[in-house]
């Protein structure tokens, strides 16, 4: 789950900014405010202020990113979340306007907004910030739809969903270069460098006319390449591991023939031959997972079972899994409906939720060693 929330900024907010503070001397404070119930209690970071306190003046550093107001570019600064006075807030060093932009922050009013986006596990280490300012024409569909979602002049900052914040977006309609159409998730650009057409939609949908750059595409591409890649190695060293899987012994197959259509051939300690697909992804169990009409016909001719090893949450170090076995009669629906496609269209690759299959719910952690 991406950690977004809506902030309105109040006068004690905009002293974080130096040349608000500078007309605003009374202003006993140089942060943000952030809100302790959307900061733990809507999932972002349930034991943000408990790990605070020990640490050296109850911080976290944090890298900071401020787009806008308007078009506005990025901004990158050093900072810290941490506890002030019992509360949460980000702050540090006053933020000055970049030399190349006199005036920046200077526009900003109470009642104008932060759309932020937290980063971290446990503890936050990056935050992006989008800037809205009425006094901006660039801003000013974005700053009205906002002031709709936190109407009272007493609301400060609340939890912001990914489909609120597209609704937002399109209900305001900011430009095509407006940093706000930047915020796409790492899932769906891994979902587009998979070739998924309901990502490719939203995405147009949100960014029409500019779209992906090609460059940008093709890092995508091989960032979702990259995930296949380091799940494989991930799948293996569970299969090498001491856990109960059952496996006695296993081949890789795809790194002897590339377009094999699965990946392991395991041999089970009862004799049994399966074979094993590994389908891996950066994000949540829930994204969507491909299959190749070749690998759904393996599944279904070759009267070998086939399992289905989902991995999610994978880094170069770390990832969940769960199995589904032998998916034959989940898939032989699907190549039932594909008998009516008409003659001339072949239909070479299909998209899944993961709930389709029937997944065993334990979730098995793999953990790289810590000296390899």
């Not at 890092?219 to 090498?240: I, M, P, V």
Request: cysteine-free; glycine content about 6%.
């Amino acid at each position: 789950m991406r950690k977004l929330a809506l902030k309105k900024l109040k006068n004690s907010d905009l002293s974080f900014f130096k040349t608000h503070f500078n007309s605003h001397q009374q202003s006993k404070q140089k942060g943000f405010n952030l809100d302790t119930k959307v900061m733990q209690g809507e999932g972002f970071f349930p034991a943000l202020k408990s790990l605070l306190e020990p640490l050296p003046k109850k911080a976290a550093h944090v890298d900071l990113v401020f787009f806008g107001p308007g078009l506005a570019p990025a901004h990158s600064l050093a900072r810290k979340v941490k506890i002030d006075a019992k509360n949460l807030r980000l702050n540090g060093e006053f933020v000055h306007d970049p030399d190349e932009e006199p005036g920046r922050y200077g526009q900003f009013v109470e009642g104008d907004f932060a759309v932020m986006e937290f980063g971290g596990d446990a503890l936050p280490d990056s935050v992006k910030v989008v800037l809205v300012a009425a006094k901006n024409p660039q801003d000013a569909g974005l700053h009205k739809v906002f002031s709709k979602m936190l109407p009272s002049a007493d609301d400060s900052m609340a939890a912001l969903g990914e489909d609120a914040l597209q609704a937002a977006i399109e209900e305001a309609q900011p430009v095509a270069q407006h940093p706000i159409r930047n915020w796409l998730d790492p899932v769906v650009l891994e979902e587009i460098g998979s070739g998924d057409a309901d990502a490719i939609e939203r995405v147009n949908k949100l960014l029409p006319r500019q779209g992906i750059s090609p460059e940008a595409f093709k890092s995508t591409k091989e960032a979702a390449a990259r995930n296949g890649q380091l799940g494989e190695e991930l799948l293996k060293l569970y299969l090498e591991s001491d856990a109960p899987h059952g496996v006695a012994s296993h081949e890789w197959t795809s790194q002897i023939n590339a377009i094999s259509p699965y990946d392991f051939s395991l041999t089970m300690a009862t004799g049994e031959l399966r074979h094993a697909d590994a389908k891996s992804t950066s994000g949540p169990f829930s994204t969507r997972m491909y299959l190749s009409t070749a690998e759904v016909r393996h599944a279904l001719g070759s009267g070998v079972p086939y399992d289905i090893y989902r991995l999610y949450n994978v880094t170069e170090e770390t990832a969940q899994m769960r199995l589904a076995r032998d998916v034959k009669a989940r898939l032989q629906a699907v190549m039932d409906s594909l008998a009516d496609v008409p003659a001339g269209v072949n239909v070479d690759s299909l998209s899944f939720e993961p709930g389709y299959f029937d997944f065993d719910p334990a979730e098995i952690q793999i953990t790289l060693p810590a000296d390899e």
